[in-house]
């Protein structure tokens, strides 16, 4: 059964250093999203991405962030400088995008930033 | 701005007993979605509820949904102790690729 795929699994890096979290969405989707989920907290809806582009992003989403589709297959999620509190497990997650439809959740990267 | 609330929160059961999750949202929608996630894992779908009176079935888990009230609910029959995890509602708002709200989570401990 297709999945989503995440890499890497866990990070750590420290305050202030760029990351970028990977993702494979399941191949024939045509929405993406990232999400994140501080510890013992609920889900939080970062950015939807469809047709090479943002389609919505939340108030969390600030300049510190940016989405890419490199190529056909990945997109990533840059923090161009972290800060302590954006530790958090972040998801990405694919729908096929043909109408109201399940979004397929990755395993999630956790993030730790000291 | 899109709220959606869950309660309880916590729910410790033993197993084969019933209960219901419920989930109250606060803007006009007609799509909610269930979702399970075990600790440390990721989210797993478990209902998609497109339309008013819309009620889905798998297992021991039933979910249901009430536009009107802006209410959903997941009920579990017979309780077996692999039905602890984390149960997560979430809305979208119409239209478009949507990010989903979701609430806080229900945790839901099922005790032999």
């Known amino acids: 059964e297709p999945e989503v795929t995440q890499t890497p699994s866990h990070q750590v890096t420290q305050m202030g250093q760029e990351v970028i979290l990977r993702c494979v969405p399941i191949s024939n989707h045509l929405y993406f999203y990232w999400y994140r989920q501080i510890l013992g907290q609920k889900v939080e809806f970062l950015v939807s991405f469809y047709n090479n582009e943002i389609s919505e992003k939340s108030e969390i989403f600030d300049d510190q962030f940016s989405v890419e589709r490199p190529d056909g297959s990945n997109f990533t999620l840059k923090i161009r400088s972290t800060k302590l509190e954006d530790s958090a497990m972040y998801f990405c997650a694919s729908s096929p995008g043909t109408g109201p439809e399940t979004q397929y959740f990755g395993p999630g990267t956790r993030l730790l930033v000291l | 701005e899109l709220k959606v609330e869950q309660n309880p929160l916590f729910l410790s059961m033993q197993e084969g007993k019933n209960y219901t999750i419920y989930c109250n949202y606060s803007?006009?929608?007609?799509?909610l979605y269930w979702y399970r996630q075990d600790p440390g894992k990721s989210l797993e779908s478990l209902f998609v509820?497109?339309?008013?009176?819309a009620v889905k079935q798998e297992g021991r888990l039933m979910a249901s949904l009430d536009t009107k009230a802006r209410l959903s609910t997941l009920h579990i029959t017979a309780a077996v102790h692999d039905l602890s995890a984390t149960y997560f509602c979430?809305?979208?708002?119409?239209?478009?690729?949507?990010?989903?709200?979701f609430g806080k989570g229900t945790h839901l401990i099922i005790q032999p």
């Open positions: 803007t006009t929608s007609d799509r």
């Open positions: 509820l497109l339309s008013n009176g």
């Open positions: 979430a809305v979208d708002r119409l239209g478009g690729a949507d990010g989903l709200t």
